[in-house]
């Protein structure tokens, strides 16, 4: 890989247990990071961890990220354990699955709870720790935000949401040296939420006729940006939004026929 860009730091990462998580974590860890993956799955957790590589270290926790008063203890817990906190990702994330009108409360209120009220919990806990360090958060939003995908209310106001304490962090908080950044993923496979794709003949090779690049993207490439953000190498960039899916942001979905 050829970088060392976070040798001595310490990065947290919700969702850290699979897909884009893993990956993140996986990243930070191959340069030179201790992280600290949080989720509430504690075999995709342990499953991560183990694949760490020997220049780094991945340490997993079992938190429910809905639940402020864990998601507190466990910030305050990563600092005092290995002395500071540098990076802050917050990849926990769930989606809903039906129209509007079909949209029950429970399943808007755990979307909105997962998406958006733990990236609040987790950054305002993160941000005493965080201004000691200079360090920075880096929140994985969704092209959804951007334009909302058919039968995902709930998840695209949420990462909306999302995107805007981020927003928030980085007006009040960039005169701390703490920087605050968000990058929306495209179709990213495989994920948690994309994984079942692979089990219908044909359905990532119909939503990749959609995307300019003809192609899904991976974790590993939403990993390389992330990374990029955490880094010094983006020192100045505080409040950026960047969308990562391949250009299907620029297209208005017709078929690649029309196109």
């Not at 930070?28 to 342990?46: W, Y």
């Not at 692979?198 to 300019?212: C, K, M, R, V």
């Not at 409040?239 to 026929?257: C, E, F, K, R, S």
Request: glycine content about 10%; some cysteine.
């Amino acid at each position: 890989m050829g970088f060392n860009r976070f040798s001595d730091r310490v990065a947290l990462v919700t969702g850290g247990g699979s897909g884009m998580g893993a990956a993140i974590a996986l990243r930070f860890a191959a340069e030179g990071a201790t992280v600290v993956i949080a989720g509430r799955d504690a075999q995709k957790l342990s499953r991560t961890a183990k694949q760490a590589p020997e220049s780094g270290v991945i340490v997993e926790r079992v938190v429910d990220v809905r639940d402020e008063a864990a998601v507190v203890a466990l910030v305050n817990e990563t600092a005092d354990a290995f002395g500071r906190l540098d990076v802050l990702v917050n990849c926990a994330g769930v989606s809903d699955a039906g129209l509007f009108a079909e949209l029950d409360a429970k399943t808007w209120h755990d979307t909105i709870a997962v998406n958006a009220s733990a990236v609040f919990f987790v950054s305002k806990a993160a941000i005493p720790h965080l201004k000691k360090t200079k360090g920075n958060i880096v929140n994985i939003g969704s092209s959804n935000s951007l334009r909302n995908n058919y039968g995902q209310p709930a998840y695209g106001a949420a990462k909306s949401a999302a995107e805007s304490l981020s927003a928030s962090v980085a007006i009040e908080h960039g005169a701390d040296g703490i920087r605050s950044n968000t990058v929306h993923p495209g179709v990213i496979y495989p994920t948690g939420m994309t994984g079942p794709l692979g089990d219908y003949p044909g359905a990532l090779e119909s939503y990749s006729a959609y995307i300019p690049m003809r192609r899904t993207g991976t974790p590993e490439e939403i990993a390389a940006v992330v990374a990029f953000l955490a880094s010094p190498e983006a020192s100045y960039v505080n409040g950026a939004a960047i969308t990562v899916d391949g250009g299907l942001n620029q297209v208005m979905h017709l078929p690649p026929t029309v196109s």
